[in-house]
C-alpha cells in the first residue's frame, strides 16, 4: 500500500476507500509534542519505538469537497497574504475529506524531512504515522509530505537532512526539481522601508538665562559672635 502525501495545495492525498475518521488524539504511548529545531514544534519519541509501529493517527473533522476547497483556499491566501498558514486536509472518499487542523489532532504537527523516520499510511479506513525504521528516544518524527511541483519555491524545506533537497517535494519530483532549481532565480527581499521623522515645530525662542552669581555667605552666627545674633557691620 502506498504512502499518503500532501497534494499540491498543502492537504494529504488519502487513498478513496478511507471511510470514517476517530474524533480522539491517539494516546502519547509512543509520542510527545515538543519544541523543534525543524519548525516551532514537532512531535518526538517518546520511548524507543520499533520499525513499523503505529505512532498516532491523524485524525480530525470529515467535510464536504466543497467545504474543504473553500477552507484550502481561504487559508492558501492567508499564506500568500502572510506567509503563515497551513491546510491539513486529506481526501477521504467521493463526497468527503479529512481536515486535520484541530487542535485535538497532534499528527499535524509532525514536520516534513527529505530523510524521514516515518510515513502516512491507512489502515482499516484509518490514517496512522508509522515508523519506517526503529526509532531512537527522543528523535523528532518526520515524514515526507510528498508535494508536488505546483508552485514549489514556495515551500522550502528547513530539514538539515544531508540529502535535504532544499524544497519539501515528494522524491519522486526531485530530479524535475533539481533541474528547475538551475533556472531558478531567487525573488530579491525587499529593502527594508525608512520612515523619516517630521521636522519639529520651531519653538519659542527662550530669554537667556544668565550665569548664577556666586553664592554669598549665608547670614546667621559668626566667628566670635554669640548664637542668634550678628556682630554689627
Known sequence: MPPLTFSAHLAFDAL?????????????LYWIVRNSDIHHRGVF?????????????????????????????????????TGCAAVYIFNLNKK?????????????????????????????????????KDIPKGTELTFNYGFDLENWNEHPCLCGSDNCIGFIA??????ALRRLKKKFTPKPKPE????LLEKPATKKSRKKVTEPTKPTRPTGSRRGAKPGKTKAA
Open 16 to 28: 478513496p476507500n478511507t471511510r470514517m475518521a476517530k474524533a480522539t488524539s491517539t494516546p502519547p
Open 45 to 81: 519519541a517518546r520511548c524507543d519505538i520499533p520499525k513499523d509501529a503505529k505512532i498516532i493517527e491523524y485524525v480530525g473533522e470529515k467535510i464536504s469537497k466543497a467545504e474543504s476547497e473553500r477552507r484550502a483556499q481561504a487559508l492558501l491566501k492567508k499564506a500568500k497574504e
Open 96 to 132: 468527503q475529506d479529512l481536515d486535520g487542523s484541530m487542535a485535538y489532532n497532534k499528527a499535524r504537527l509532525i514536520n516534513h524531512s527529505c530523510d524521514p523516520n516515518c510515513e502516512a499510511v491507512q489502515s482499516r479506513g484509518r490514517i496512522w504515522i508509522t515508523a519506517l
Open 170 to 175: 515528494g522524491v519522486e519530483y526531485w530530479p
Open 192 to 195: 527594508p522601508e525608512v520612515h
